[in-house]
């Protein structure tokens, strides 16, 4: 079956850097696109980042746009998110989706805490 697993998670210090991976298995990870997702609890999910199947395209948030860079490594079926100055703000559980067969599969998430 589909399973996603995050990792790279972590508490830092604004302005700081994190890398997050995702590793997929259960379904041809070279064949989807990959996304990002954050949520604060209380408040709505929201998309952080998306890359095609082939990486070749990518979208951002507008929030992130610039900070925040997407990229996948299919030989491995692994998308990492690289987030660079980090702000207060970027705090949320931190996950990725697939939607596979049209239903949507999420990981469980990783805890991003951005604070001094």
């Known amino acids: 079956q589909v399973q996603l697993v995050e990792s790279g998670g972590g508490l830092v210090q604004p302005g700081g850097s994190l890398r997050l991976s995702c590793a997929a298995s259960?379904?041809?990870?070279?064949?989807?696109?990959m996304s990002w997702y954050r949520q604060v609890p209380g408040k709505e999910r929201e998309l952080v980042a998306f890359?095609?199947?082939?990486?070749?395209?990518?979208n951002y948030a507008d929030s992130v746009r610039g900070r925040f860079t997407v990229s996948r490594d299919n030989a491995k079926n692994t998308v990492y998110l690289q987030m660079n100055n980090l702000k207060p703000e970027d705090t949320a559980v931190h996950s990725c989706s697939v939607k596979y067969l049209f239903r949507d599969y999420w990981g469980q998430g990783t805890q991003v805490t951005v604070s001094s």
């Open positions: 890359i095609s199947s082939s990486g070749a395209r990518t």
């Open positions: 259960g379904f041809t990870f070279s064949n989807y696109p």
